[in-house]
């Protein structure tokens, strides 16, 4: 099995900064793609970020792309988002993701292995 721990939500005021990572651990080998979802409040879950872990593709959600960076390092097992000039409809639980194998890195039925999500609260 493969296990997902994010970390690095919180509070930020509307222009701000967060960086998330999820750390890997267990049958990491297993590991094709790793993505970023977010669910926001009486909301479905959408697609934010996929990269692949071999290679480094990368995959953006049209709202994202300018302002969030998806970059993993495959010697800790782990996945980042760093997350610029955030806006108040950035703020969800964000949860990280893992897919044995996925060809279309932004469905979210294709990735096998879930975190439990961290919160990112954007203020106005």
């Known amino acids: 099995q493969l296990q997902l721990v994010e970390s690095g939500g919180g509070l930020v005021q509307a222009g701000g900064s967060l960086s998330l990572s999820c750390a890997a651990s267990?049958?990491?080998?297993?590991?094709?793609?790793m993505g970023w979802f977010r669910q926001a409040p009486g909301k479905e879950r959408e697609f934010v970020a996929a990269?692949?872990?071999?290679?480094?593709?990368?995959s953006y959600a049209e709202s994202v792309k300018g302002r969030f960076t998806i970059s993993r390092d495959n010697a800790k097992n782990t996945v980042y988002l760093q997350m610029n000039s955030l806006k108040p409809e950035d703020t969800a639980v964000y949860f990280c993701?893992?897919?044995?194998?996925?060809?279309?890195?932004?469905?979210?039925?294709?990735?096998?292995?879930w975190g439990q999500g961290t919160q990112v609260t954007v203020s106005s």
């Open positions: 990269i692949r872990w071999s290679g480094g593709s990368t």
């Open positions: 267990g049958r990491t080998f297993m590991i094709y793609t």
């Open positions: 993701a893992a897919a044995r194998v996925i060809a279309t890195m932004s469905e979210s039925q294709g990735y096998n292995y």
